[in-house]
């Protein structure tokens, strides 16, 4: 046998072994470990209402009518497309996303009744992956008044539920306290109302 086939076959076994051990069997190790220790998160994340999963806490979705708080704005695909993740690439001086920007802000504004000064920067602006499922308190604030509106709750009882849902800064110091609208929009329902 010459030594350029040898080769060869030493070459297709060793590919054969680590395709076997790191495409087979590491990532249904590791899949089985997690599942082990941290099943909600080996399995996504997922968000369950009566029974029925309506979405994942790490990918935000939009939120249409009045009776829901909304989500930040997003620009991937057609909106909140997980397989078109990404920002608008727009600089911070641009002026169409400074127009935009103020279109936005003008809308959120009017819509919760509040002055647009009021407005917080993530209700206008879209995050890196446009799939951010968390906005911030300062932001479900300004939503209170409408969403209690129009379910004909209290503004106490949407606070109270805001108030339940804000998780604070991870390990107590990174990154900003935040809301994920789909667990609080899944809260709302819970509660009823109109």
């Not at 072994?17 to 997922?46: M, N, R």
């Not at 169409?96 to 509040?114: D, G, H, M, P």
């Amino acid at each position: 046998m010459s030594q350029l086939l040898r080769q060869s076959l030493a070459g297709l076994k060793v590919l054969i072994a680590f395709t076997i051990v790191l495409g087979l069997a590491y990532p249904l190790l590791i899949t089985g470990i997690g599942k082990v220790v941290a099943p909600g998160q080996a399995d996504g994340s997922p968000i369950t209402v009566q029974d029925k999963v309506v979405g994942s806490s790490l990918i935000g979705q939009p939120f249409g009518g009045k009776q829901w708080f909304w989500s930040r704005p997003s620009l991937a695909g057609d909106g909140y497309d997980s397989m078109s993740s990404g920002g608008s690439n727009l600089a911070a001086n641009s002026p169409q996303l400074a127009t935009t920007i103020q279109l936005r802000r003008a809308q959120i504004a009017k819509a919760n009744r509040v002055r647009p000064d009021q407005v917080p920067p993530d209700a206008v602006t879209a995050s890196g992956s446009g799939l951010d499922p968390d906005i911030s308190p300062a932001y479900a604030a300004i939503q209170v008044g409408r969403v209690a509106a129009a379910r004909g709750l209290s503004p106490a009882q949407v606070r109270e539920l805001v108030a339940e849902h804000t998780q604070g800064r991870t390990l107590g110091f990174l990154g900003e306290p935040r809301v994920n609208v789909l667990e609080l929009n899944a809260a709302l329902a819970a509660v009823g109302g109109r």
